[in-house]
Nanobody, 117 residues
Framework: QVQLVESGGGSVQPGGSLRLSCVASGFTFSRYVMSWYRQAPGKERELVTS????????NYADSVKGRFTMSRDNAKNTVTLQMNSLKPEDTAVYYCNAKRPLYPELWGQGTLVTVSS
């Protein structure tokens, strides 16, 4: 079964940290660009970070650069998103995404991150 399953969301105070995980199954993980998106209430979904299938590092949105770190483990079919120095504006549902040319785009179910004092 083709799926992406996220975990690790929750509530945290400003300045805190959370670690999100996404486990993939049912497809050739190593051939896909893996990304994290987020969607805040009342806003459009936005790209947070991406890791290409051949690249050795991630690219980040300016809003999270220096605070968020994406990692990828092709042996475990897993990507993670370490989020530090969280801000209230980071509150959103975070989605794991997998893309490969000529193949259907895949989305996880989303995990809610709430940053509030």
């Amino acid at each position: 079964q083709v799926q992406l399953v996220e975990s690790g969301g929750g509530s945290v105070q400003p300045g805190g940290s959370l670690r999100l995980s996404c486990v993939a199954s049912g497809f050739t993980f190593s051939r896909y660009v893996m990304s994290w998106y987020r969607q805040a209430p009342g806003k459009e979904r936005e790209l947070v970070t991406s890791w290409t299938s051949t690249g050795g590092s991630a690219n980040y949105a300016d809003s999270v650069k220096g605070r968020f770190t994406m990692s990828r483990d092709n042996a475990k079919n897993t990507v993670t998103l370490q989020m530090n120095s969280l801000k209230p504006e980071d509150t959103a549902v975070y989605y794991c995404n997998a893309k490969r040319p000529l193949y259907p785009e895949l989305w996880g179910q989303g995990t809610l991150v709430t940053v509030s004092s």
